[in-house]
Protein backbone atom coordinates (compact mmCIF):
# COMPACT_ATOMS: atom_id res chain seq x y z
CA UNK A 1 0.00 0.00 0.00
CA UNK A 2 1.28 3.33 -1.04
CA UNK A 3 -0.58 6.05 1.71
CA UNK A 4 -0.21 9.41 1.33
CA UNK A 5 -1.04 11.63 4.66
CA UNK A 6 -3.60 13.84 4.78
CA UNK A 7 -3.38 17.28 6.47
CA UNK A 8 -5.25 20.79 4.67
CA UNK A 9 -3.35 22.61 2.21
CA UNK A 10 -3.65 26.46 1.50
CA UNK A 11 -2.85 29.38 -1.32
CA UNK A 12 -2.88 32.67 0.04
CA UNK A 13 -1.04 34.62 2.75
CA UNK A 14 -3.76 34.02 5.02
CA UNK A 15 -4.61 30.42 4.87
CA UNK A 16 -0.39 29.86 4.91
CA UNK A 17 0.13 31.68 7.62
CA UNK A 18 1.86 29.59 10.37
CA UNK A 19 -1.06 29.84 12.71
CA UNK A 20 -3.90 29.77 10.24
CA UNK A 21 -4.55 26.45 10.97
CA UNK A 22 -5.76 25.45 7.62
CA UNK A 23 -2.84 22.84 7.23
CA UNK A 24 -0.42 20.74 9.07
CA UNK A 25 2.92 22.71 9.60
CA UNK A 26 5.07 20.23 11.02
CA UNK A 27 5.71 16.18 10.42
CA UNK A 28 6.05 15.06 14.28
CA UNK A 29 6.10 11.68 16.65
CA UNK A 30 2.16 11.19 15.42
CA UNK A 31 3.35 10.14 11.94
CA UNK A 32 4.27 6.53 13.27
CA UNK A 33 2.65 3.50 12.27
CA UNK A 34 3.03 1.85 15.36
CA UNK A 35 0.93 4.18 17.15
CA UNK A 36 -2.17 3.92 14.90
CA UNK A 37 -4.52 1.03 15.36
CA UNK A 38 -8.20 1.97 14.25
CA UNK A 39 -9.37 1.51 10.98
CA UNK A 40 -6.95 0.37 8.39
CA UNK A 41 -4.06 0.42 10.88
CA UNK A 42 -5.58 -2.13 12.92
CA UNK A 43 -3.34 -4.91 12.32
CA UNK A 44 -5.01 -7.34 14.61
CA UNK A 45 -8.68 -7.47 12.80
CA UNK A 46 -9.65 -9.91 10.75
CA UNK A 47 -11.93 -8.17 9.03
CA UNK A 48 -8.88 -5.85 7.58
CA UNK A 49 -8.09 -6.73 4.28
CA UNK A 50 -4.81 -4.88 4.58
CA UNK A 51 -4.20 -6.63 7.52
CA UNK A 52 -0.86 -8.33 6.07
CA UNK A 53 0.01 -6.21 3.84
CA UNK A 54 3.09 -3.90 3.50
CA UNK A 55 2.89 -0.02 3.63
CA UNK A 56 4.66 2.96 2.69
CA UNK A 57 3.68 5.80 4.64
CA UNK A 58 4.23 9.30 3.31
CA UNK A 59 4.11 12.17 5.64
CA UNK A 60 2.70 15.44 4.85
CA UNK A 61 3.60 19.11 6.01
CA UNK A 62 3.67 21.19 2.41
CA UNK A 63 0.08 22.43 2.09
CA UNK A 64 0.12 21.46 -1.84
CA UNK A 65 -2.05 18.05 -1.25
CA UNK A 66 1.46 16.45 -2.86
CA UNK A 67 1.37 17.98 -6.11
CA UNK A 68 3.38 21.51 -5.16
CA UNK A 69 7.06 21.80 -6.59
CA UNK A 70 8.38 25.28 -5.54
CA UNK A 71 8.70 27.94 -3.07
CA UNK A 72 6.00 30.46 -2.72
CA UNK A 73 6.34 34.28 -1.66
CA UNK A 74 3.27 34.92 -0.24
CA UNK A 75 4.11 38.39 1.32
CA UNK A 76 3.72 38.95 4.77
CA UNK A 77 6.59 37.33 6.09
CA UNK A 78 4.97 34.01 4.68
CA UNK A 79 7.05 31.64 2.73
CA UNK A 80 6.31 27.69 1.82
CA UNK A 81 8.23 25.06 0.64
CA UNK A 82 5.06 23.80 -1.67
CA UNK A 83 7.18 20.49 -1.92
CA UNK A 84 4.72 18.01 -1.90
CA UNK A 85 5.50 16.09 -5.21
CA UNK A 86 9.40 16.21 -4.58
CA UNK A 87 8.79 14.31 -1.33
CA UNK A 88 6.21 11.83 -2.94
CA UNK A 89 8.16 10.68 -5.65
CA UNK A 90 11.04 10.10 -3.28
CA UNK A 91 8.83 7.28 -1.52
CA UNK A 92 7.49 6.11 -4.43
CA UNK A 93 10.51 5.59 -6.20
CA UNK A 94 11.60 4.16 -2.66
CA UNK A 95 8.61 2.08 -2.95
CA UNK A 96 9.60 0.61 -6.05
CA UNK A 97 13.24 -0.19 -4.90
CA UNK A 98 11.80 -1.81 -1.72
CA UNK A 99 9.27 -3.81 -3.81
CA UNK A 100 9.95 -4.48 -7.07
CA UNK A 101 8.27 -7.64 -7.47
CA UNK A 102 5.04 -6.17 -5.91
CA UNK A 103 1.93 -7.37 -7.95
CA UNK A 104 -0.80 -5.80 -5.93
CA UNK A 105 -0.73 -1.73 -4.82
CA UNK A 106 -3.46 -0.03 -3.61
CA UNK A 107 -3.04 4.16 -4.15
CA UNK A 108 -4.29 5.47 -1.13
CA UNK A 109 -4.83 8.41 1.10
CA UNK A 110 -7.36 10.76 3.84
CA UNK A 111 -8.31 14.54 2.70
CA UNK A 112 -5.14 16.34 1.14
CA UNK A 113 -4.05 12.85 0.82
CA UNK A 114 -6.58 11.41 -1.70
CA UNK A 115 -6.55 14.31 -3.77
CA UNK A 116 -3.01 13.19 -6.04
CA UNK A 117 -4.10 9.72 -5.50
CA UNK A 118 -4.64 8.83 -9.47
CA UNK A 119 -1.50 10.79 -10.57
CA UNK A 120 0.66 8.78 -7.86
CA UNK A 121 -1.00 5.57 -9.38
CA UNK A 122 0.15 6.57 -12.86
CA UNK A 123 3.23 7.07 -11.51
CA UNK A 124 3.64 3.46 -10.13
CA UNK A 125 2.42 2.39 -13.00
CA UNK A 126 5.65 2.72 -14.14
CA UNK A 127 8.01 2.09 -12.16
CA UNK A 128 5.70 -1.34 -11.36
CA UNK A 129 4.30 -2.21 -15.14
CA UNK A 130 3.28 -5.44 -13.55
CA UNK A 131 1.94 -4.70 -10.86
CA UNK A 132 -2.03 -4.26 -10.53
CA UNK A 133 -2.84 -0.50 -9.09
CA UNK A 134 -6.24 0.17 -7.47
CA UNK A 135 -6.37 3.36 -6.28
CA UNK A 136 -8.84 4.40 -2.79
CA UNK A 137 -9.40 7.75 -2.66
CA UNK A 138 -11.07 9.32 0.58
CA UNK A 139 -12.41 12.65 1.35
CA UNK A 140 -11.91 15.05 -1.86
CA UNK A 141 -14.63 14.03 -4.48
CA UNK A 142 -15.94 17.37 -4.37
CA UNK A 143 -13.60 19.80 -5.67
CA UNK A 144 -14.37 20.62 -9.22
CA UNK A 145 -12.67 21.15 -12.00
CA UNK A 146 -12.70 25.25 -12.35
CA UNK A 147 -9.87 27.19 -14.96
CA UNK A 148 -9.65 29.92 -12.79
CA UNK A 149 -8.92 28.54 -9.19
CA UNK A 150 -7.13 25.60 -10.88
CA UNK A 151 -4.69 28.51 -12.67
CA UNK A 152 -4.39 30.23 -8.86
CA UNK A 153 -3.01 26.60 -7.34
CA UNK A 154 -1.27 25.75 -10.26
CA UNK A 155 0.41 29.34 -9.72
CA UNK A 156 1.17 29.22 -5.86
CA UNK A 157 2.08 25.73 -6.12
CA UNK A 158 4.01 25.25 -9.06
CA UNK A 159 2.03 22.12 -9.70
CA UNK A 160 3.02 22.19 -13.27
CA UNK A 161 6.87 21.09 -12.51
CA UNK A 162 5.24 18.65 -11.20
CA UNK A 163 3.28 17.08 -14.33
CA UNK A 164 4.28 13.70 -15.28
CA UNK A 165 6.46 13.18 -18.47
CA UNK A 166 3.28 11.43 -20.37
CA UNK A 167 2.58 12.32 -23.54
CA UNK A 168 -1.40 12.47 -22.30
CA UNK A 169 0.40 15.79 -20.71
CA UNK A 170 1.10 17.38 -24.06
CA UNK A 171 0.03 20.97 -24.10
CA UNK A 172 -1.32 20.43 -20.11
CA UNK A 173 -1.81 23.66 -18.80
CA UNK A 174 -2.30 24.87 -15.33
CA UNK A 175 -6.27 25.75 -16.25
CA UNK A 176 -6.50 22.00 -16.98
CA UNK A 177 -4.32 20.37 -14.50
CA UNK A 178 -7.67 20.20 -11.95
CA UNK A 179 -8.34 17.38 -8.99
CA UNK A 180 -10.67 15.57 -10.66
CA UNK A 181 -8.77 15.68 -14.10
CA UNK A 182 -5.94 13.45 -12.45
CA UNK A 183 -8.29 10.70 -12.75
CA UNK A 184 -9.11 11.46 -16.23
CA UNK A 185 -5.14 12.09 -17.15
CA UNK A 186 -4.07 8.73 -14.86
CA UNK A 187 -6.89 6.64 -17.01
CA UNK A 188 -5.85 7.66 -20.31
CA UNK A 189 -1.67 7.08 -19.46
CA UNK A 190 -2.68 3.57 -17.42
CA UNK A 191 -6.16 2.32 -18.29
CA UNK A 192 -5.75 -0.66 -16.40
CA UNK A 193 -5.60 1.26 -13.12
CA UNK A 194 -8.68 0.46 -11.17
CA UNK A 195 -10.29 3.74 -9.62
CA UNK A 196 -12.38 3.98 -6.61
CA UNK A 197 -13.25 7.09 -3.97
CA UNK A 198 -15.22 6.85 -1.00
CA UNK A 199 -16.97 10.68 0.27
CA UNK A 200 -19.44 12.08 2.74
CA UNK A 201 -22.40 13.42 0.89
CA UNK A 202 -22.44 17.06 2.91
CA UNK A 203 -18.23 16.57 4.26
CA UNK A 204 -17.89 19.53 6.18
CA UNK A 205 -13.98 19.62 5.55
CA UNK A 206 -14.49 19.59 1.93
CA UNK A 207 -16.79 22.05 2.28
CA UNK A 208 -14.85 24.41 4.51
CA UNK A 209 -11.70 24.72 1.82
CA UNK A 210 -14.50 24.75 -0.99
CA UNK A 211 -15.50 28.09 0.52
CA UNK A 212 -11.88 29.44 1.28
CA UNK A 213 -11.46 28.87 -2.82
CA UNK A 214 -14.64 30.39 -3.66
CA UNK A 215 -16.48 27.21 -4.58
CA UNK A 216 -20.43 27.28 -3.35
CA UNK A 217 -20.13 23.76 -1.69
CA UNK A 218 -24.24 24.00 -0.56
CA UNK A 219 -25.00 21.20 -2.58
CA UNK A 220 -21.48 19.23 -2.01
CA UNK A 221 -23.16 15.97 -2.94
CA UNK A 222 -24.38 17.41 -6.71
CA UNK A 223 -20.68 18.44 -6.77
CA UNK A 224 -19.56 14.99 -6.17
CA UNK A 225 -21.68 13.49 -8.55
CA UNK A 226 -20.84 15.62 -11.32
CA UNK A 227 -17.02 14.99 -10.98
CA UNK A 228 -17.73 11.19 -11.23
CA UNK A 229 -20.07 12.38 -14.62
CA UNK A 230 -17.12 14.41 -15.95
CA UNK A 231 -14.28 11.69 -14.87
CA UNK A 232 -16.19 9.04 -16.68
CA UNK A 233 -17.29 10.57 -19.93
CA UNK A 234 -13.33 9.91 -20.44
CA UNK A 235 -14.12 6.43 -20.31
CA UNK A 236 -12.46 5.92 -17.15
CA UNK A 237 -14.80 3.75 -14.79
CA UNK A 238 -14.71 5.59 -11.22
CA UNK A 239 -16.05 3.27 -8.64
CA UNK A 240 -17.71 5.11 -5.92
CA UNK A 241 -19.24 4.61 -2.16
CA UNK A 242 -20.88 8.09 -1.29
CA UNK A 243 -22.40 8.08 2.34
CA UNK A 244 -24.56 10.19 3.98
CA UNK A 245 -23.16 12.72 6.84
CA UNK A 246 -20.81 15.80 7.53
CA UNK A 247 -17.91 13.65 8.50
CA UNK A 248 -14.36 13.50 7.11
CA UNK A 249 -12.40 10.45 5.54
CA UNK A 250 -12.81 7.14 6.97
CA UNK A 251 -10.30 4.88 5.91
CA UNK A 252 -8.31 5.83 9.56
CA UNK A 253 -11.43 5.42 12.03
CA UNK A 254 -13.08 2.94 13.95
CA UNK A 255 -16.13 3.22 11.16
CA UNK A 256 -14.39 1.85 8.64
CA UNK A 257 -15.59 -1.43 9.99
CA UNK A 258 -18.95 -0.49 11.01
CA UNK A 259 -20.40 2.04 8.08
CA UNK A 260 -23.09 1.09 6.08
CA UNK A 261 -24.92 2.50 3.06
CA UNK A 262 -27.54 0.67 1.55
CA UNK A 263 -26.97 -2.50 3.36
CA UNK A 264 -23.48 -2.67 2.32
CA UNK A 265 -20.86 -2.16 4.34
CA UNK A 266 -17.90 -0.22 3.59
CA UNK A 267 -14.95 -2.81 4.23
CA UNK A 268 -16.37 -5.39 2.60
CA UNK A 269 -16.67 -3.03 -0.17
CA UNK A 270 -13.30 -2.18 -0.31
CA UNK A 271 -12.20 -6.00 0.31
CA UNK A 272 -14.19 -6.92 -2.62
CA UNK A 273 -12.38 -4.03 -4.53
CA UNK A 274 -8.82 -4.85 -3.84
CA UNK A 275 -9.87 -8.83 -3.98
CA UNK A 276 -11.55 -8.79 -7.74
CA UNK A 277 -11.10 -5.21 -9.02
CA UNK A 278 -15.09 -4.25 -9.71
CA UNK A 279 -17.39 -3.11 -7.30
CA UNK A 280 -20.94 -1.51 -7.75
CA UNK A 281 -21.80 2.01 -7.12
CA UNK A 282 -23.57 2.61 -3.86
CA UNK A 283 -24.94 5.76 -3.02
CA UNK A 284 -26.72 7.16 -0.65
CA UNK A 285 -30.46 7.71 -1.49
CA UNK A 286 -31.69 9.86 1.51
CA UNK A 287 -28.09 12.15 1.36
CA UNK A 288 -28.83 14.08 4.55
CA UNK A 289 -25.93 16.43 6.18
CA UNK A 290 -26.65 14.80 9.77
Not at 106 to 131: I, Q, R, W
Not at 166 to 188: C, D, H, I, R, Y
Not at 251 to 258: A, E, G, I, Q, V
Request: glycine content about 10%; hydrophobic content about 40%; aromatic content about 10%.
Amino acid sequence: MFYLEGGGACFTADTCKPDAKTYKVTVGHDDNLAGLNTGIWDWSNPANPFKDWSVVWVPYCSADVHIGNTTHDYGSGVTVQHKGYVNATTALKKMAELFPTAEQVVVTGESAGSVPDPLYAGMTHDLLPNANITVLADGSGAYPDIPGINAVIGGVWGTMNAVPDWPENKGMTAEKWSFPGLFVQAFKHAPKIVFARHDYAFDKTQAFFSSLAGIDASHEVELIDKNETEIEASGAKLASFITAGDNHTVLSKPDFYTETTNGVKFVDWVTQLINTGSVDDVHCTKCTAG
